[in-house]
């Protein structure tokens, strides 16, 4: 049974080196490795004093140890005086002789961990270190004795001694050497498995002497002046290969294939189409002679299968890429770092409450005319579902008009009515349970459904109304629109979304970009930054970005990323994200052109209402692109509001945003506006909400993940080998068609006072002329003409071509608006 560790601390002392204590204070943790730094010092410094001191202190040392006291006046010499005297005849004398000089290495290690300077796996040094010690004490007693006769002290310690004199007494001096080999053997393999290739080579040096494979290659020039000739040559060529590449072979010996892009003296665009080099493959002793432009590859006569540990360049070449390099061992967290509440594994059935609620409803469809056949409860965490099935004759919208009559007589906080259910012949009402239960994290991520799903991007939200776990595939809705009021579980909503791709993917899989305008939704994912976001250089101290201006030039970046990320994708020739991924891992790619393993990007925006009210367009603009054509290139956004208005979420980004997850809203007008129907105003709160991305909506009782939880999976997380720092955003591209901005008559208020008016009169007709503002405007020809100036000093047309209209050079509005608000900001 998983242990919980609800009540587990944060990072504290004990758990740098793998057990708990009351310390969970950073400045503690590094003062405590500070110490034992120092302490680690102080006990080298005494160690390498006992070699010159020693032999003198060693009758003060020896009466110490017997429990005597000397009443003498000799003093101990040692540099680190008495205790460090001490210390050092104990460590090398007493015990491990000069392999102790490995406890003082060890101490030093812990130091460096606590200090958060390296990120270690101590247990693992612990262990190999400690049997290096005990392994080379045992050696040195062995070996070193008779060699170091003259040192005052054994070399392997008393410790290596003893072990020396019981071992030999049980295997003999042989046996000894035998262990001490084995043992030294098999620790070296447990380290690298080159170790197997080194001995094998050196117990058989012959054999891969003789199973090298020698290509040469022999570059002649090409008379492109008897090409027809050379291509007679080489086709005669071609068929005597073809007949002496199976002399001398077996018949199961598999045939060689050569990939001139292997070979770097070889250039084939420069080769004519008639003068392809041929192969030829012997099994002679001798390389059979090439003639021009041939390729001749030699095999020694045995050839022989390699071992496990040779990889040649076709075992380099076959083998994929591990896109989880360099850091293999990277460790998911683990469910028991979230909360289990009990209540989930009893079942939250009250017959008595779902009897009352049945005679109810019966009773108010009675009273008003309308007949029914059957009726069927379906029981879900915080929502039970009526299926309702009438009687013949009944409209179903006279059923749906009482559904303020039923919610009065059942006393409910809201109920909803679907009529009809999709795929079903019966209609629906939902009515809150008066004991909701509580949807847990935990109980989400444990399911199977989530463990065993193939989705590229799973968003584990919570379960619906039949208790089935409910996930999307954000890869492909593509784009997440959330919406809900103040305390109603967006925020919530949001960490359950992001905790469930923590728990899928590799940090060199998925990178995140958080935006947060209120400074503390997620300013608790800061400890896992180096693993799993992106952001500007500049904003590598702060990469969750709460700065209006640093947001506008972040959806840039992201903007000139996915440009630079379809231009890699039209040069492998792939489709998406996923083809091309898959390409890089098996080799069908070069690397020289730039290509790298491209991870998803999650966008993450909270409060989009408060950026739009400050930044307006200027971050409309971006974010309309990225969602317009994001999607190929693995960038996915997923923006939250409080009130869903048309103003904040307008016509552009509902179009390209169809997943929408909408929690209970203040208005009816609310509801529309995120899900273009009804019925996110009668939600009941706490997590409860509809999703959409189709034709009905989905009931869906959100997973309840909190604060501490979060916490814990970014501590753990943060102890997992991983990136140090943020992947990089590239510098966003300057737009230039506002480049004159800065000169002349930048500052709106000396522009023309119809400027802004006609500027959008051209924009929406394409189309820029003098004449056409003299006449919409009713103007003079002379300021028509300094207007349609000033418009082409800001780049919003192209210069005069004579009689023709001029070129509009911005193409919509929301351009166009962005500019006049810098222009604005300018000005400000």
């Known amino acids: 049974m998983a242990r919980k560790k609800s009540d587990r601390k944060p990072k504290s002392i004990g758990e740098a080196v793998g057990f708990r204590n009351i310390f969970s204070n950073e400045k503690t943790d590094f003062l405590l490795g500070l110490i034992l730094l120092l302490i680690a010092?102080?006990?080298?410094?005494?160690?390498?004093?006992?070699?010159?001191?020693?032999?003198?202190?060693?009758?003060?040392?020896?009466?110490?140890?017997?429990?005597?006291?000397?009443?003498?006046?000799?003093?101990?010499?040692?540099?680190?005086?008495?205790?460090?005297?001490?210390?050092?005849?104990?460590?090398?004398?007493?015990?491990?002789?000069?392999?102790?000089?490995?406890?003082?290495?060890?101490?030093?290690?812990?130091?460096?961990?606590?200090?958060?300077?390296?990120?270690?796996?101590?247990?693992?040094?612990?262990?190999?270190?400690?049997?290096?010690?005990?392994?080379?004490?045992?050696?040195?007693?062995?070996?070193?004795?008779?060699?170091?006769?003259n040192l005052f002290f054994n070399p392997g310690g008393n410790h290596g001694l003893f072990c020396v004199q019981q071992l030999e007494n049980i295997v003999g001096a042989p046996g000894l050497i035998v262990i001490l080999l084995f043992t030294a053997l098999a620790f070296l393999t447990y380290l690298s498995a080159e170790t197997i290739f080194i001995i094998r080579k050196a117990m058989n040096p012959v054999k891969y002497l003789t199973s090298k494979v020698k290509f040469t290659v022999t570059n002649h020039e090409i008379d492109t002046a008897d090409s027809e000739h050379n291509a007679a040559a080489d086709n005669n060529e071609e068929t005597e290969d073809s007949n002496t590449i199976n002399q001398g072979l077996p018949e199961d010996f598999p045939a060689p294939v050569v990939d001139l892009t292997d070979f770097g003296n070889i250039d084939k665009d420069t080769l004519p189409a008639n003068a392809a080099p041929t192969l030829s493959v012997t099994n002679n002793s001798e390389p059979q002679t090439a003639n021009d432009n041939r390729l001749t590859v030699e095999i020694a006569k045995n050839e022989e299968k390699a071992g496990s540990a040779v990889v040649n360049l076709e075992d380099i070449l076959s083998t994929p890429i591990d896109p989880l390099e360099p850091f293999t061992k990277y460790k998911k967290p683990t469910l028991e770092l979230l909360k289990k509440y009990d209540e989930e594994d009893k079942p939250n059935v009250d017959m008595e409450e779902i009897k009352a609620n049945n005679a109810r409803i019966v009773e108010v469809l009675n009273s008003f005319g309308v007949s029914i056949r059957e009726i069927k409860a379906t029981v879900g965490p915080t929502i039970t579902l009526y299926e309702i099935t009438p009687a013949e004759g009944v409209r179903i919208s006279k059923i749906r008009n009482l559904e303020d009559d039923i919610a009065l007589s059942l006393s409910a906080l809201g109920i909803r009515i679907i009529a009809p259910i999709p795929g079903k012949g019966t209609i629906g009402i939902e009515v809150p349970n008066k004991r909701p239960q509580i949807v847990s994290m935990e109980s989400i991520l444990n399911s199977k459904k989530f463990k065993e799903t193939k989705m590229e991007l799973p968003l584990a939200l919570g379960k619906t109304i039949t208790n089935e776990v409910f996930m999307v595939d954000l890869a492909k809705i593509p784009h997440l629109l959330v919406a809900g009021a103040t305390g109603q579980g967006k925020s919530v909503g949001l960490n359950a979304i992001i905790t469930s791709l923590l728990y899928k993917k590799h940090p060199n899989e998925l990178k995140f970009v958080l935006v947060d305008p209120k400074k503390v939704e997620f300013s608790v994912y800061h400890k896992i930054s180096g693993h799993?976001?992106?952001?500007?250089?500049?904003?590598?101290?702060?990469?969750?970005?709460?700065?209006?201006?640093?947001?506008?030039?972040?959806?840039?970046?992201?903007?000139?990323?996915?440009?630079?990320?379809?231009?890699?994708?039209?040069?492998?020739?792939?489709?998406?994200?996923?083809?091309?991924?898959?390409?890089?891992?098996?080799?069908?790619?070069?690397?020289?052109?730039?290509?790298?393993?491209?991870?998803?990007?999650?966008?993450?925006?909270d409060e989009f209402g408060d950026l739009i009210m400050t930044a307006g367009k200027e971050i409309e603009l971006p974010i309309a692109r990225i969602a317009q054509l994001a999607r190929a290139v693995g960038i996915h956004m997923v923006i939250a509001t409080q009130r869903p208005t048309t103003k904040i979420i307008t016509g552009n980004i509902k179009a390209n945003f169809p997943g929408r997850m909408a929690f209970r809203v203040s208005s009816q007008i609310d509801s529309r506006t995120i899900l273009d129907r009804s019925g996110a105003n009668q939600l009941v709160g706490r997590g409860d909400l509809l999703f959409l991305n189709g034709n009905e909506p989905v009931r869906v009782q959100c997973a309840f993940v909190d604060t501490p939880e979060i916490e814990h999976i970014n501590d753990y997380i943060s102890e997992e080998p991983g990136p140090i720092e943020p992947m990089e955003l590239p510098e966003p591209i300057e737009d230039n068609s506002g480049g004159s901005i800065g000169d002349g008559a930048t500052d709106i208020s000396s522009l023309d006072p119809y400027f802004e008016e006609a500027a959008h009169a051209i924009v929406l007709s394409q189309q820029g002329s003098t004449s056409m503002i003299q006449r919409r405007f009713s103007i003079g020809y002379n300021r028509a003409g300094r207007l349609m100036d000033q418009l082409e000093h800001m780049g919003i047309v192209g210069t005069a071509q004579g009689s023709k209209p001029r070129e509009v050079l911005i193409q919509d509005e929301n351009q166009l608006n962005a500019l006049i608000m810098q222009l604005r900001n300018r000005q400000a």
């Open 41 to 149: 010092i102080y006990v080298i410094i005494a160690m390498v004093s006992y070699f010159s001191t020693g032999q003198d202190d060693q009758s003060i040392l020896e009466s110490l140890r017997h429990g005597e006291w000397i009443n003498s006046n000799r003093s101990i010499t040692n540099y680190c005086g008495s205790i460090g005297a001490i210390v050092a005849y104990t460590l090398m004398s007493v015990n491990f002789g000069l392999p102790a000089f490995i406890i003082p290495a060890f101490i030093v290690l812990v130091g460096l961990k606590l200090m958060s300077i390296y990120t270690i796996n101590l247990w693992k040094w612990f262990f190999g270190m400690m049997l290096t010690m005990i392994w080379c004490s045992i050696t040195f007693a062995k070996f070193l004795t008779p060699v170091m006769g």
């Open 532 to 605: 799993f976001m992106a952001c500007l250089p500049e904003n590598e101290e702060e990469p969750i970005i709460t700065d209006v201006t640093k947001v506008v030039r972040t959806l840039n970046s992201l903007c000139a990323l996915m440009d630079h990320r379809y231009d890699l994708l039209k040069m492998a020739g792939a489709k998406n994200l996923k083809e091309y991924n898959a390409k890089f891992v098996n080799h069908k790619l070069d690397l020289t052109k730039g290509h790298d393993y491209m991870p998803y990007i999650v966008v993450i925006i």
